[in-house]
């Protein structure tokens, strides 16, 4: 149980394109999914919180309008990079948390990667 | 606001050797401990979790962790690693008082064969 899938797994685009990657939980509803950025040999860093039917709380420094997040059901998320530039280039992990444990546990995404030439 | 950090950002064993990655955080109230291992080209695994109770939490795969709170410190271990050990490990954290995981900066362990 408790498995989160991501799409598409990799993706190229040009410059100024936009990319819209989903997330779903597959056999659990998901109240909360978070929306990580993971640079080459770095951790992990928390762009964004989604809760399903509200706006999407960004942590410092995410650009609201360049990483728009959507959260529609309670079973999927997507995150569009508008306008995607080279410095845009990452690895974005989704989450998703069933909000049963009472723990705070989280269920990670396989990621996708993202590369803007 | 919480943090995590981990103090080995590069570990280099031999295989059958002992290991402790450290991790330490920064956080007033109750928290909940994690520890994912993320394999070359593979997503975050969640080798184990303390949320309370006994502070030696056994793990998948022959890990464990030791919570000391008086130290603010949640080290995994495991007797005799494999070359299959080969990852980059994760200690994270989130408080009871809301669900945002904190990740610390990574150890990335190489078991040589």
């Known amino acids: 149980g408790a498995v989160v899938s991501q799409h598409p797994s990799w993706v190229i685009c040009k410059s100024g394109t936009s990319v819209k990657i989903e997330c779903r939980s597959l056999?659990?509803?998901?109240?909360?999914m978070f929306w990580y950025r993971q640079f080459p040999k770095q951790s992990l860093m928390l762009m964004a919180t989604?809760?399903?039917?509200?706006?999407?709380?960004?942590e410092q420094g995410v650009e609201k309008d360049k990483f728009l997040i959507n959260h529609a059901s309670l079973t999927l998320s997507t995150l569009t990079v508008t306008s995607a530039h080279p410095e845009d280039s990452s690895f974005y992990i989704c989450?998703?948390?069933?909000?049963?444990?009472?723990?705070?546990?989280?269920?990670f995404g396989p990621g996708t990667r993202l590369t803007v030439l | 606001a919480q943090s995590v950090s981990q103090h080995n950002h590069h570990v280099i064993l031999s295989e059958a050797a002992s290991l402790e990655l450290g991790c330490n955080y920064s956080?007033?109230?109750?928290?909940?401990l994690f520890w994912y291992v993320q394999y070359p080209g593979q997503h975050l695994q969640l080798l184990l979790k303390?949320?309370?109770?006994?502070?030696l939490v056994k793990g998948i795969k022959g890990f464990e962790a030791e919570f000391i709170k008086s130290k603010f410190s949640f080290n995994l271990r495991k007797p005799s690693v494999q070359w299959s050990d080969t990852a980059e490990y994760f200690c994270?954290?989130?408080?009871?008082?809301?669900?945002?995981?904190?990740f610390g900066g990574g150890t990335r362990l190489m078991v040589k064969p």
């Open positions: 989450s998703a948390d069933d909000g049963t444990s009472g723990y705070n546990e989280q269920f």
């Open positions: 056999d659990f509803q998901a109240t909360t």
């Open positions: 989604s809760n399903e039917g509200s706006k999407a709380t960004y």
């Open positions: 956080y007033g109230g109750t928290v909940n």
């Open positions: 303390y949320f309370s109770g006994d502070p």
């Open positions: 994270a954290v989130t408080g009871n008082a809301g669900n945002m995981l904190t």
